[in-house]
């Protein structure tokens, strides 16, 4: 484990920082960066990066995405705001249920940001609000990939596209340029390619007077990392239904591996599919918005051992307010313990300090043992853990770059 090569390097920031600790790898980031761009220009010609600024707001992260050539994609007004703050010069705004005042900082930089509309009742307000000030507002529409269930909350149907454009015609100041759509958690690439394959039915479809305005299609996010998913028994719908029947049973192997395909198996997918579906029809740009991809393995967690309560059981300094919410009873991640680190597992429960028994990083830990002011590290944690984390109980931690 390359980490464990590393264990007095990262000992020595921990020594002259207090714990619990970010440490963000700069060095991580830009190399993702480039390889994300690099992937998707192979396939691509025009292709144009957003990072997807809830997957970790550390302004930290977002200013080094900014220099590496990537633009912000953000959800809401703190986020739009954060990202003006931050000097990013090309911004998309999605998310449903944009409030009148964040319509109006949309209005304000119309320069920087384009607004990602996700309604028909959204379009009549943005019109209505840049009327009222006299500026055209630069804009796409959102599509929901899947018109049954909690998915349908986002953006309008496919179907409803063509009357989307003759609507949004009614309006001096929408300027709609551009269609996004989203899916979530892709281990692969099909999710993505089929929604294209439904696209372009839809797009050959539209008059050339339509076509003719799309500037750009965005793709949106979702690609899994490299490493895949890693899950403990509890995460896996067997070990849920095996919880409440029989509780007591834990398998031998207690975490579950699920492959994810290369960055650049995504861009060659998703790049022959715009070619055969999309490209005949519009000649476009394209916008992706990676986010986890991008974050995940830049950003790790370091904590201290307080409390040695059991040979099974420690206590440490942080507890999971630093993620958000109790990720490791269904989610597994390796637990290193970097004072005295082994390539061998040993069965350990690593509790954090906060009052609830939901409060737990791991079920065990690399190590050859694990004792009070041993300090840990939980790799590869920079996804939606960062933004999520609460001023609960406990301290958030600080935030190192290296």
Known sequence: ?????????????????????????????????????????????????FYALKSNNCPDIAKILIKSGLGLDVSGGPELLSALRLGSKNIIFSGPGKTDKEIEMVIENHDKVTLLIDSFGELERAAKAAEKYKIQIRA???????????????????????????KSFEYDYINLRGIQFHTSWNLNPKAQTDFIVRLGEHIKTLNPEYRKKIEFIDIGGGYWPAAGEWLQWNGIPAGQI?????????????????????????????????????????????????????????????????????????????GTNIMGWERYESDYCPVINLTCPSETEKKCHIFGSLCTPHDIWGFGYFGTS?????????????AYTYSLQQNFIKQAAQVVVI
């Not at 929901?144 to 953006?155: D, I, V």
């Not at 002011?373 to 944690?381: H, R, S």
């Open 1 to 49: 484990m390359a980490f464990i090569k590393r264990a007095p390097e990262f000992l020595d920031i921990c020594s002259i920082n207090e714990l619990p600790l970010y440490i963000i790898e700069k060095k991580i980031l830009e190399e993702r960066a480039k390889t994300f761009i690099s992937a998707f220009k192979n396939q691509v010609d025009d292709i144009h990066v």
């Open 140 to 166: 796409g529409v959102r599509l929901t990939t899947q018109e049954n269930g909690l998915w349908r909350k986002f953006g309008i149907l496919v179907s409803d596209l063509k009357d989307f454009f003759q």
């Open 242 to 318: 095996s919880k409440i029947l029989v509780p007591e049973f834990q398998p031998e192997n207690q975490y579950f591996h699920f492959a994810s395909e290369p960055v650049e198996n995504f861009a060659y997918k998703i790049g022959q599919a715009l070619k055969k579906h999309i490209f005949p029809y519009v000649k476009c740009k394209i916008y992706t918005e990676p986010g986890r991809w991008l974050c995940n393995d830049a950003m790790h967690i370091f904590l201290t051992v307080i409390d040695k309560k059991a040979q099974d059981m420690v206590i440490t300094d942080g």
């Open 370 to 382: 694990i004792e009070p002011g041993d300090i840990l590290m939980i790799p590869n944690q920079g």
